[in-house]
């Protein structure tokens, strides 16, 4: 048996080890961040400033992600001259896999592997897709977990270009 004071420490540890993976809530600022593309270019944080970012999780074998990346492709055609980003965060294991399903679909939005610093910041994600979109402003506006399809992606973010 533990002693007495590891039988108390323990709820404790608990919940701060629940409170460093909390998820942002819409309306909380979202702290800004570079992310390493696979295509070997850094998307630094200033760039992404002032403009309304979607920031996807997503996994090649989901089925549900590979259904809802063509119509983030149509969305992000259609507003990217509105100064729209998408940011495509792979929670997949291998690299290699991200790097080929990405090229045999051409998406042209970018893509990178999820690294601790996002799961810092949004959360640990272990069943895609998930959805952050993040206002000019650098405050969460939506957070969505699973399916959302283009529509009720396209009505959160009018109102934010």
């Not at 850094?42 to 259904?67: D, E, H, I, M, N």
């Not at 259609?78 to 495509?88: N, P, S």
Request: aromatic letters at 12%.
């Amino acid at each position: 048996m533990f002693p007495q004071s590891w039988r108390l420490l323990y709820p404790l540890l608990f919940l701060l080890a629940g409170a460093a993976q909390a998820q942002p809530a819409v309306g909380d600022a979202i702290p800004a961040f570079d992310t390493q593309l696979l295509d070997g270019r850094t998307l630094p944080a200033k760039s992404l400033a002032g403009k309304p970012v979607l920031v996807v999780f997503w996994a090649t074998w989901c089925p549900t992600c590979r259904k809802e990346l063509p119509e983030l492709q149509k969305l992000y055609e259609k507003y990217k001259a509105a100064g729209f980003e998408i940011l495509a965060l792979s929670i997949d294991a291998e690299r290699i896999e991200v790097d080929e399903f990405w090229q045999d679909h051409r998406y042209t939005f970018p893509v990178a592997m999820r690294t601790a610093r996002h799961s810092e910041i949004f959360g640990v994600t272990r069943a895609p897709p998930r959805f952050f979109l993040i206002g000019r402003d650098g405050r969460l506006a939506l957070r969505h977990f699973g399916a959302i399809g283009y529509q009720q992606l396209e009505t959160a973010l009018k109102p934010l270009l």
